[in-house]
């Protein structure tokens, strides 16, 4: 015992060695929530008196398609206008002013309300509002609306008159090759 | 007055052409203005404005207002009006106005006439009293005279 020196001993608090290991890994929060519906509410449409639906006889009439693309090759604008002579167009073209001479035309001819034409028609369909004199060959359909008036002989696929218009002149069928539409049918 | 069109409104369109290209040849008179961006030939009579557009390409003795050329024009214009040659356009022949406008880039190869030139026009400068319209001067004639 003698030999001993004696150790105070100071009580300490146990340190602890040995920590637990922070869990390094964690659950992962689930990103799926549970999905909110959301409310839809639907309104009923907000009924509006309807407009009376008076429209004027030329704006009913009017047939010039509407168009959205590129601007037109050739624009008159004005009071009046005349022209004569020849016409090539690739696709389509609307008169309502004066024209004589010859009309060559792709796709579609519209003859206004306003519209004159005294010419040699060459076409795909036609449209008819106004005056219209001359012989038309038309490989597709020629319709004279109620404000038109032609005098000519016409040619075509397909003659639509409407009543009230005036139709003088001579109709010729135009009798397609017979055995392309019935060998296409049939095969 | 003409027998199908009675509408005097400016902007009314009576002849409107859609499609890939056109090609028109005659003799045109036209009341107002006119908007060609295909081939035109022959002759044009336009009591307002003659726009050539861009695609225009227009082969024709004219008779007009105004116009405005951004295409091609080939032939002999006598415009009451003014004449005005865009960036784009591209002009061979006579033309006879009263003011000739040609932008910078815009081609023009031919003959100018002035339509209606004032006696004093014809005298140098420093001899005559500068009365063109629409002339803004830095300093006034008198004082340069001076």
């Known amino acids: 015992m003698l ?58 009439a009017h047939t010039t398609p509407v ?45 206004g309300r306003h519209g004159v034409v005294n010419a040699t028609t060459h076409t795909v369909d036609a449209v008819i509002e106004g005056c219209y004199e001359g012989t038309m060959v038309a490989s597709g359909t020629v319709e004279i609306l109620p404000t038109g008036r ?3 002989d ?19 069928k135009r009798v397609p090759d017979p055995t392309i539409g019935i060998a296409r049918s049939h095969r | 007055m003409l027998k199908g069109s009675t509408n005097t409104d400016a902007n009314f369109t009576l002849l409107t052409i859609h499609g890939p290209s056109a090609k028109l040849e005659g003799k045109f008179e036209i009341a107002q203005s006119l908007h060609i961006e295909c ?18 390409t ?6 007009t207002v105004d116009a405005i050329v951004q295409g091609t024009y080939e032939g002999n214009m006598v415009a009451s009006g ?13 033309i006879e106005t009263d003011s000739l406008v ?36 830095e300093t006034p004639r008198s004082t340069a005279l001076v």
């Open chain 1, 3 to 60: 030999g001993r020196t004696k150790t105070q001993t100071v009580y300490r608090e146990p340190q602890p060695a040995y920590r637990e290991p922070q869990p390094a890994y964690r659950e992962p929060q689930l990103a799926y929530r549970e999905p909110s519906i959301p409310t839809v509410t639907i309104e009923p449409p907000i009924e509006e008196p309807e407009a009376p639906q008076f429209l004027e006889p030329e704006a009913v």
């Open chain 1, 67 to 111: 168009r959205q693309g590129p601007p037109p090759l050739f624009k008159v604008f004005g009071g009046e206008a005349k022209l004569d002579g020849r016409f090539e167009v690739a696709e389509s073209i609307a008169i309502e002013c004066e024209l004589s001479g010859e009309l060559i035309v792709g796709g579609q001819l519209v003859i």
């Open chain 1, 150 to 152: 032609v005098n000519g």
């Open chain 1, 154 to 172: 016409i040619e075509s696929d397909s003659l639509v008159i409407a009543k009230g218009a005036v139709f003088n002149g001579n109709v010729v």
């Open chain 2, 39 to 56: 081939e035109v030939g022959g002759e044009l009579s336009v009591g307002g404005e003659l726009l050539i557009g861009e695609r225009g």
């Open chain 2, 58 to 63: 227009v082969k024709a003795n004219v008779q």
């Open chain 2, 82 to 94: 003014t004449v005005e040659i865009a960036p784009t356009g591209h002009v061979t022949g006579n």
């Open chain 2, 102 to 137: 040609i932008a910078k880039g815009g081609f023009f190869n031919g003959n100018v006439t002035k339509k209606n030139t004032p006696q004093e026009w014809k005298l140098p400068p420093y001899r005559a009293e500068d009365r063109r319209p629409n002339l803004v001067l």
